[in-house]
């Protein structure tokens, strides 16, 4: 997915307004009869969507948005640790089953080029994906991006491909600590509804984001 023009990320467009700031205003999870999927109420929205809050917690505010009729996740919080920390965090593959544990494969298959396996909850469970890592640096500003390589083949014994899965990190230093963005999106390469896919994508926005901040107290993660 092409990321949209002039921004940081490459989640849809939209800044939070001030009458966004407020009380935890999640959704509950789906659920529909006997424990099923929830009936589709986001069946009709366009294709994009602006950014909405959709969750606040004491350490992160995490937005929903839609880009090419695709759900984005982008979470926003400050973290008590250095640019370099927190950059190495996200961008090294040692850190792939131990810092974010859902991953159960993180391996190279050229330079910046990995293949990973990402262990979803049901029903999606176990989904392959072929990843290019970008680190870059601009001033006291540093992004790490993984996006599909597609050119690149996955292993022979890859589960389930994720066709379009994208996550782009940005470290700001500000008065505190350090201004820490995520943004993340996937196509689940299922049929389900996008209820369901909005769901998942803000679980798993908002789960990267709180496993990168436990990753924070780690000794052998720090670089300095």
Known sequence: MSPPAGGPSSAPDGSPSPEDAGADVRPPPPQGEGGGLPEDHDAELGDEEPFRLATVTDTYQLYLGRQGGAWWGRTLGTLDASVS?????VSEPAHYGTVFPRFTRFASLQKDVFHAVLDLPDPMGQRGMVLRRSVEQQGSVATVRFSPAPEVSPPADS?????DYEVNWRFEPVDGGVRAQVSWNTELA?????????????ARAGEEFAQLMAGTQCESCHTN
């Open 190 to 202: 299922m049929p389900l509804p996008p209820s369901f896919a909005k769901h998942a994508v803000e």
């Open 85 to 89: 920390d927190l950059s190495a965090l």
């Open 159 to 163: 589960p389930t491909f994720l066709p």
